[in-house]
């Protein structure tokens, strides 16, 4: 790491021509976000990205004549940000929302076999849009669901801005306000997990009340779901890469930054193996461990707290049946180890069966668990689910693993996470690990963006465009 004072190496920094520059290290959505930023508001910038694509955790590859997803992702309505990033690469149309919140809940708890219910919303105002659906709801009893209304209201009267939430778990905030094991499950860990990749013991109440809050309790329809209905990569690489081309983005892959010095003039050096960039600002867009590696001295007053956030993994299993046996888009799960099946068969370009993707949000008792095992666990859980599945052919099953996927949301993880200005002049810090409010979400992760690229035209002198930040507005 550097100490912040260093001169930059002996051999040849890349030539600049001159005006406002800024290097932006790293290719995720953070990165790309703020590359795009600080382009359209007239800086130069050079965006470098380790990997050979851009997108980050958000990705996809091939697989024989499937193209693969590394694993399901999904938005809502209130993710403004997000769907400003659509926009700004002009794939709003290949990722659009729900009609309305419609999501299937399939239970097999019952020895009587399948059950299926729907979370949905109505045409009307907060709260009475979820009203009739949860009056419906056949996964709880008349009492749980009544339960279910008062902690609801309890939660809406939170205030975010409390610092002490974040010391609280969810969990048992949820107990303490009358929710049972089996509303917890059938309801908050159903929609928590999802967003939060935790359970809700191990949630801090802040992160979970913001989810919440935002998605179910602000507008009637916030929480309406969004997909990609084209791969990852088409997103968040070929189109982003597009963008960024067409922004002036000098945009380099396989260019890992290996140490930052700050020169006393205030401008910066961007070491990579065999080439130095000088540039006005710096943006770093990276994982908080990497993050943490390559901050200069005295740029955080308590660096060690980046290697503090934890992280939480995701697993994905992948399926790909002989035959159509699924009819919808995606379900969720109760009973059974399965939490969310997405059908990705047009996306992937598979012409004859069908392909499911599972997604396994906190996922630290299988992250690790041999392929052999999962077939044996899911493919009959699957059967339970999906009558289909019973009589079809498996083709193919495989699985991505991302051991890093998020930040923890733990209690106490709030005061972990720092904001986008550092100490040291001109370097700023992006990440959906970064205090964006958000938890570890493609959301969080854009509008890290925006606050990096926000804090680097004030201290270039450039003006803020108001085009650029037009999802606040919206939010």
Same mark, same amino acid.
Request: with cysteine; proline share 7%; charged share 20%.
């Given at each position: ?157 939170? &205030? ?8 609280? &778990? ?172 997405? &059908? ?132």
């Amino acid at each position: 790491m550097s100490d912040g004072s260093r001169p930059a190496p002996a051999h040849a920094a890349t030539p600049q021509p001159a005006g406002r520059s800024a290097v932006v290290v790293g290719g995720g959505l953070a990165g790309i976000t703020a590359a795009l930023a600080l382009a359209d508001a007239g800086v130069r910038v050079t965006l470098l990205e380790g990997r050979p694509r851009l997108g980050g955790l958000a990705f996809s590859f091939r697989r024989g004549e499937l193209t693969v997803d590394n694993g399901q992702h999904v938005y809502l309505r209130c993710c403004t940000a997000y769907r400003w990033f659509l926009d700004r690469i002009g794939g709003a149309a290949l990722a659009p929302l729900q009609d309305r919140l419609d999501v299937p809940v399939v239970d097999v708890t019952k020895p009587a076999g399948r059950r299926l219910g729907r979370l949905r919303r109505d045409p009307l105002p907060v709260p009475l849009h979820l009203g009739r659906s949860l009056a419906a709801y056949p996964h709880l009893s008349l009492a749980e669901r009544a339960a279910v209304g008062r902690a609801a209201l309890a939660l809406k009267g939170l &205030d975010l801005a409390d610092p002490a939430l974040d010391t609280q &778990d969810f969990g048992s905030w949820l107990a303490a306000h009358g929710q049972s094991a089996r509303a917890v499950e059938a309801l908050w860990d159903l929609v928590g997990v999802a967003t939060l990749n935790a359970v809700a013991g191990d949630v801090s109440l802040g992160l979970a009340a913001m989810v919440f809050k935002t998605g179910l309790l602000s507008d009637p329809g916030a929480a309406d779901i969004g997909w990609a209905r084209v791969p990852l990569g088409e997103l968040h690489d070929r189109l982003a890469r597009r963008a960024l081309d067409s922004a002036g983005v000098r945009t380099q892959v396989r260019a890992r930054v290996t140490s930052l010095s700050l020169h006393a003039n205030g401008s910066w050096s961007v070491q990579l193996p065999g080439e130095t960039l000088e540039t006005d600002a710096v943006v770093l867009a990276v994982p908080q461990r990497e993050a943490h590696e390559l901050l200069p001295s005295g740029a955080l007053d308590a660096p060690q707290r980046l290697l503090e956030i934890g992280t939480a993994p995701i697993l994905n299993v992948h399926v790909v049946y002989d035959r159509r046996v699924l009819a919808g888009p995606f379900f969720a799960a109760l009973g059974t180890p399965v939490q969310w099946v997405f &059908d990705r068969t047009d996306a992937s370009g598979l012409r004859t069966g069908q392909y499911l993707a599972l997604s396994q949000s906190a996922a630290q008792d299988e992250i690790d668990t041999p392929v052999a095992e999962l077939r044996e666990r899911y493919l009959p859980e699957l059967a339970r689910l999906i009558p289909g599945a019973r009589t079809a052919v498996v083709e193919d099953f495989f699985v991505t693993r991302e051991r890093t996927a998020t930040f923890a949301p733990t209690p106490g993880v709030g005061r972990l996470r720092p904001g986008a200005r550092t100490k040291a002049t001109g370097l700023y810090l992006a990440g959906a690990w970064t205090a964006t409010g958000w938890p570890a979400t493609m959301e969080s992760a854009v509008r890290s963006g925006v606050s990096a690229a926000d804090a680097a035209l004030g201290a270039l002198g450039r003006p803020r465009p108001r085009r650029l930040f037009g999802f606040e507005e919206a939010a």
